[in-house]
């Protein structure tokens, strides 16, 4: 029966196959948004499943240059992390897989995996634009990351636990948009930086170099590559929904709480311009590391008063 | 094999091009960059060249100007009048007042669909797709309008030698001004966009910086010329067709950064409509077309037309046969190319497309011929060459 139910949770929900089917609808909602905000037609329902079959469907190019073994298990291993992080996580709406003290500090850099092995596997080639592209993912990855992560942690010191759980159950009560704004903000931002959506498409900039890190990717790989970011994206809402919109509580409640989430990242998406790298940097860390520390200061002072 | 390719250990070689996502059209650009700043930047044209000026020497005067006509897919409408231009001047053939206003007519309309095109096309290379799709849509006004004018959208085939095709009628002087009303509000919207939206004032601001003296050495020409503060403008200096009747302004700016080559082609905009309205106003009344010679008594001439891009520059000459002797053709492009060079180095990677669309290049357009460097200092003539090519290939 044990094993019946964890293989239930890996393959099917919340891990596996609902959260990939989940990834795409909003992949395609985030693409049709976007694309209906900029007076364009946009891709019909079934394009990112599609794009998928299709994809993996094709021969799977491996480069001369670089560790053939390791561009084969980068994309899979970015893929595992991201639905590693799932399991923690209330997707649907319902309880938490699987929850132990700390998971959140787990699922934070599980969710980071994927940009790491995108960033080993730019730098796995010989190829000059995904050589950039790796450094671009890198760099980003170390400014975005530090104030990403001490935004999420906010309201888990506000609820003085390190659980997804009791951190979801201590904002149900507790209007932590309202406490924390500057956090949220930074969240969201920084789950942008972590999709490299526009305006922190740099590390992709097509314009520049191609496809970046993963220019070199074809096929299967890209296809892996590409299904760990539509995860990521419904894990990243996820959790922002949890902490910072009051916590999920039914599969309605989860639906509105990350759609809205998603509209926010449209908008910011649709208003942008690429921001040059060096402009990435200097805004984390010169405003939303700042910014956050400033928050963190202040709920810990608040936390004191109220006890 | 992959070693080799861009790496002697000490530079690192970003290839743009020939076939790049940033690129449209062929082109080769290497930059050599340092992390992420540009150390050095070379150039390399000539994918697209097609022997246009070759293949005008075997077609008689009329079918020249619509093979010309198709050197450029945006600013079509003005080689085909520079060399209608030049033409009517080797026959001593004087076009009516009426056929002119007509031609700027069309050749301002064109203006104001190629700066919406680069408008979008820029924006793109910064990664501000919104700003793209948008002046896209409006540009599709531009675009119907040419169309119910000359009944083609890309080619339109205005000009004959000796005058214009097609005439302007009540109706189409209703919809060309309506249409102009509409986009001018549109322009002033982008204007506000390009010079208030902080994001993309990031990526314009003070980048890809050329001063006077440095435009002027270059020898840059057009809109890209006019951004740095150099007054230089055909339709000015040296009025042609009806730019004599219907004066324009010359619109500068001091900058000489990617900002001001935004703001000096938005504000030709606003100058083109109010050109556009004054002809449709004070058109001359006149037939359209004048008798031409099916043979041009012998002679040379240049014929010069402010191009979208910068002056383009005909040089025409005639054995007095019904064919050209000879057409030389240069295109405002090739002027700007050099810049792109110049100020590329020091940049930011992430910098180079716009620097490069900053000039608006049209690389089919300024591809005319290889020279080849033969230290045997061996001298081919036409057949020669051609027997020459034949063997090699037969070779092969």
Not at chain 1, 29 to 39: E, F, G, S, T, Y
Not at chain 1, 65 to 76: D, E, K, T, V
Not at chain 2, 331 to 344: D, E, I, Q
């Amino acid at each position: 029966m044990n094993i019946l139910r964890t293989l239930l949770v890996l393959l099917i929900f919340p891990g596996g196959l609902f959260v990939l089917l989940n990834g795409m609808i909003y992949e395609w909602a985030d693409r049709k948004l976007v694309a209906r905000l900029q007076n364009r037609i946009g891709p019909r329902w079934f394009q990112p499943l599609a794009d998928m079959v299709k994809l993996l469907a094709k021969e799977e190019i491996v480069p001369a240059s670089g560790n053939g073994r390791l561009f084969i298990w980068l994309p899979i291993v970015a893929l595992a992390g991201v639905m590693t992080a799932v399991l923690y996580l209330p997707i649907g709406g319902l309880q938490p897989a699987f929850s132990f003290p700390g998971d959140l500090i787990v699922t934070v850099y599980m969710l980071s995996m994927l940009t790491l092995c995108t960033g080993i596997a730019g730098a796995n080639t010989n190829d000059h634009f995904s050589l950039v592209g790796a450094t671009r993912t890198l760099t980003q990855l170390f400014s975005y990351e530090a104030p990403f992560l001490l935004a999420m942690l906010g309201p888990a010191v506000a609820a003085g636990s390190w659980q997804i759980n009791d951190i979801m159950a201590y904002a149900s009560n507790h209007p932590i948009i309202l406490l924390q704004p500057v956090g949220f903000v930074i969240a969201l931002i920084g789950l942008m930086g972590k999709l490299e959506m526009r305006p922190f498409d740099a590390p992709e900039a097509e314009t520049e170099i191609v496809a970046g890190a993963l220019t070199e990717y074809s096929g299967r790989g890209l296809a892996l590559f590409y299904i760990g970011r539509y995860a990521e994206l419904v894990a990243g809402l996820t959790l922002m929904a949890a902490f910072y919109l009051g916590g999920i509580h039914s599969p309605i409640d989860y639906v509105l709480k990350t759609l809205l989430l998603l509209l926010a990242l449209v908008g910011v998406q649709t208003l942008m311009t690429r921001l040059r790298i060096d402009q990435v940097v200097g805004l984390w860390w010169r405003y939303g590391a700042l910014l956050v520390l400033a928050q963190w200061f202040v709920t810990i002072v608040l936390k004191g008063i109220v006890v | 094999m992959s070693e080799s390719i861009g790496q002697d250990k000490k530079r690192f070689v970003i290839p743009i091009g020939p076939q790049h996502p940033a690129l449209k059209e062929p082109g080769h650009f290497d930059f050599t960059v340092d992390g992420e700043i540009v150390t050095g930047a070379t150039v390399r044209l000539g994918y697209a060249h097609r022997g246009i000026e070759k293949a005008v020497e075997s077609r008689n005067w009329t079918q020249s100007l619509y093979l010309l006509e198709r050197i450029c897919g945006i600013c079509s409408h003005v080689h085909a009048m520079t060399y209608a231009l030049g033409v009517e001047k080797l026959a001593g053939v004087e076009v009516t007042p009426r056929a002119q206003a007509i031609r700027v007519l069309v050749a301002e309309l064109e203006r104001v669909h190629s700066h919406m095109l680069w408008l979008g096309v820029a924006a793109h290379e910064a990664g501000f797709d919104t700003l793209f799709m948008f002046s896209w849509r409006d540009r599709e006004t531009v675009m119907d309008l040419l169309e119910s004018f000359t009944g083609n959208r890309v080619n339109y085939s205005a000009n004959t030698l000796g005058g214009v095709k097609c005439d302007v009628t009540p109706e189409i002087t209703t919809a060309i001004l309506k249409g102009v009303d509409f986009l001018e509000e549109r322009s002033q919207h982008y204007l506000k966009v390009v010079t208030t939206d902080e994001v993309f004032l990031q990526r314009t601001r003070g980048v890809g910086t050329m001063t006077k003296e440095q435009a002027e050495l270059l020898g840059v020409v057009g809109p890209t010329a006019r951004a740095s503060g150099v007054t230089r403008d055909i339709r000015v200096e040296a009025p042609y067709s009806a730019y004599v009747d219907f004066p324009v302004q010359t619109v500068i700016a001091e900058a000489g950064d990617l900002e001001a080559r935004f703001v000096v082609r938005i504000k030709e905009l606003f100058e083109s409509y109010r050109l556009i309205r004054e002809i449709l106003s004070k058109l001359p009344e006149g037939e359209l077309q004048v008798r031409m010679p099916r043979k041009v008594k012998a002679g040379e001439t240049i014929s010069r037309v402010e191009a979208p891009r910068g002056e383009a520059f005909y040089f025409i000459k005639s054995n007095g046969s019904d064919n050209p002797e000879r057409v030389k053709v240069r295109t405002p492009t090739l002027c700007n190319m050099g810049s792109v060079v110049a100020t590329a180095v020091g940049h930011q990677l992430a910098d180079m497309p716009m620097i490069l669309a900053g000039i608006d290049p049209c690389f089919s357009c300024n591809d005319r011929a290889v020279t080849i460097r033969d230290t045997s200092g061996t001298r081919y003539t036409w057949e020669e060459l051609r027997r020459y090519s034949i063997d090699f290939y037969a070779r092969r």
